[in-house]
């Protein structure tokens, strides 16, 4: 069992840098076929990536549209909505008018990070979890001062910081991805030089 994990090992370590060499009908492919095939890859992978990216970009949008009705019916109608009239002992109207702009603010910076493929696109999703991760701790301790604790407003201080993680997590899998793709274009022009 050694022996044969052992040359088991030995034959990976020879196929590390090279591409696959035969298709379907177990023919060699050409360095064309080879270039097509990896071409190919890279065009697939930049359309999921801005399609991936342009979804939760979109969800995110849709979770500003629902903090600036918030912020209307705020304005318009104070402590009308229910998770604002659990705190209309605790907190002054313009400090939920506030904290809810600022989670606009993180949201911004999380549709800039993920939108926008920079050098440094990802720095703007850092900040918007920085900015989400201060405005947890403001409404975990506005909860905490209420009477009862309501687990139906657990979302105002998570949901922008969930949401921050989760731009985070999909855009660290589509830039895995991408340099995935990038190390087998790599590998198909290594392995052409050998």
């Not at 040359?7 to 379907?24: I, M, T």
């Not at 340099?179 to 087998?184: H, I, M, N, Y």
Request: charged share 20%; with cysteine.
């Amino acid at each position: 069992m050694k022996k044969l994990a052992r040359k088991l090992r030995k034959n990976s370590e020879d196929d590390k840098f090279s591409l696959p060499v035969h298709d379907d009908d177990s023919r060699p492919l050409d360095s064309l076929e080879q270039e097509e095939l990896v071409r190919s890859l890279e065009k697939n992978q930049a359309q999921q990536s801005r399609f991936w990216r342009t979804v939760f970009v979109a969800l995110v949008i849709c979770y500003i549209l629902f903090i600036l009705y918030s912020i209307f019916h705020q304005i318009s109608s104070p402590w009308e909505l229910r998770h604002h009239a659990y705190f209309m002992k605790e907190i002054y109207s313009w400090m939920i008018i506030s904290a809810d702009w600022v989670a606009i603010l993180a949201f911004s910076f999380a549709i800039k990070g993920l939108h926008y493929e920079s050098m440094h696109h990802r720095r703007w999703i850092w900040y918007s979890w920085y900015i989400s991760a201060v405005l947890a701790v403001f409404w975990l301790y506005y909860m905490s001062r209420l009477a009862k604790f309501r687990w139906d407003i657990i979302w105002l201080p998570f949901g922008p910081l969930s949401a921050s993680t989760i731009c985070l997590y999909v855009d660290h899998l589509l830039t895995e991805s991408s340099e995935e793709v990038r190390k087998l274009h790599g590998y198909m022009y290594a392995y052409k030089a050998s």
